[in-house]
């Protein structure tokens, strides 16, 4: 027996459980997953049994080799990251476990023991290094007065000990993560109030546990600084809220929601640890916006006793975002911009694309600003680094892949090629590609040199024949008819698979499987491909993505529903934000039959906008004091917000008020999640 089929019988016997479909926390989306096969290789049978085809397959010979070759001139001797990973930890969460209010479990955090030992073949064996590194969770000692909880969540939660209680720098995603990081530092270094809040960036994983550890109308009474870098709330609104339907969706794929943790599902979310997500209770997301926003570079202010000077990074990690300075303790947080992984200049559940130039940019910048007088980083992923030296060599040598990789995919696109060849052709000089924190374990070379390209130029490549192209489906059936129909196709892609040619194996069938949506025999061979192309991905996303893609082949993809993104954060959000959610959830045929026209005033007047609904659009405004005009729709705040998320609890209007209401909100649909990914679009 060898050390992979050792260490799956282990995951047979510890986690059985997460073989099991259960709900998941996007929906009802439902996964039953076979346990791996026996190794080996076998060539495509002539009528496979379709049963058979369905379940998970070993790696084949060729993703061994990939895999061996691939990896074998990586710096395996150097462990210094294993070093920092446990440096200064002082204890995890009681009993490695995180509930919500109600007693459900929300999170699973005992890992470890999953990663021992050599990586299975079913992953990449620097991915599973980089797995081994974030599953250590805990409370960790920085530097004097400087501490992180990490591996609780996705991102880490820092606290700076000030002269009177804790000034905690990001919140993680959820709630009861947040809650259960504070309590885990009161029960170390003393029960003291939060005296302030510090969002880095407008990502979610770091603003969404914010309600976990103060409200905002504690904030205001105890005066608690909330800051955040410029533009954050609406930035915020718009990643995360506006297009979140469709961005919750691939994230799924890309976070790997439908996979079992495991070594033929998740085993590292890049930058951050992966968690069963089955079988649990999702997180609570919530939105304290920022009371306080930085607007310049060197700006400065003192919290608590702790003096803060910020860098802002607008449109690097994200469109909001910025860098930390401590100068009484030389501590410098570099937010997301630097991390033990090359990141996403554009991500693959979406949103918008990210300036290398001005990321490299930022790092430069940071080096001038803050590199001669800092002995400690910290990030919001990942571990500290400590040492002048050692943190100036880090900062230039990502900042030189981020320039290295905006600049070449630039001269490449100069001279004539297209984003798919310049991510065929792209490779890191040695020196910069031999770095552990330089690998795809997020980002990769391709996606982002394609990222480059479009923020240039955008989708189109300058090709009238892809100007006006067929859409998948319809192209799928005419390249399926040219190529000699359904079966000569399948033949074709069971031939590749044999090969190790899995990329041609999923064109192929990717084609067939649009073509013809209820051919489960072009389905299956396709997950196939999908499948080994995970196993031999270095970077998390992509393996979560073609695992996610072969799950759903198999087992059938998720019900279509309504489904609305981020719902906890409606409360929070202001009316014209509110409205501009509703805006794009307008249906043209509905709103086209009634148009309107009236006035929506919040809580006697604390805000009111002016809503006209014509020629299929909704658009508002802030209406001037005394304005008078339109119809009056009078509600509270809960009330509005209630009508909108359907959540009880709020006193009913009037019936007047009602009526319209129900006129207004019935042009407006929630998007049905569960939409094709893999497969044709309804």
Known sequence: MNRHETFWDQMKKRRAALLIPAPLALGALLLSIGN??????AAPPSAPSMEAEAKPKPPSDATRRFLRDSTAGLPWDDREDFDLVQRGFLGGIPGNKLFKDDGRLSRDLDIASLYAGAAPETVNPSLWRNAQLHARSGLFKVTDRVYQVRGVELANMTAIVGDKGYVLIDTLTTTEAAKASLALIRAHLGDRPVTGIIYTHSHVDHFGGAAGVITADEARQRGVPIVGPQGFTKEAISENVIAGPAMSRRASYAFGFLLPLGPTGMVSDGIGPSFNRQGVAPGTVSLVPPTVEVTRTGQTMTIDGVEFEFQLTPNTEAPAEMTIYLPQLRVLDMAEIANGSLHNILTLRGAQIRDAKAWADALTEALGRFGSRTDT??????????????IIDFLSAQRDMYEYLHDQSVRMMNIGLTGPEIAERLKLPPRLASRWFNQDYYGTLSHDAKAVYQRYLGWYDGNPATLNGLPPSEAGKRYVEAMGGADAVLARGRKAIASGDYRWASELLSRLVFAQPGNKEAQLALAD????????????MWRSAFLSGAAELRAGGPRRQGFDSLGGTVPSLPLASILDLLSVRLVPERALAQPMNFTLVLDGGKEAERVEIRNGVLVHAPIEAGEQGAEILALSRAQFVAAITKAPGAEP???????????FLGMVEAPAGGFGLVTPRE
């Open 529 to 540: 491909s999908l499948e080994q192309q995970g196993y031999q991905a270095t970077s998390s």
């Open 653 to 663: 209007p009037p019936e007047a008020a009602a009526a319209v209401l129900r006129k």
């Open 377 to 390: 980083l910290i990030a919001s992923h990942f571990w500290p680094r400590w040492g002048q030296a050692k």
């Open 36 to 41: 791996a096969a026996a190794q080996g290789t």
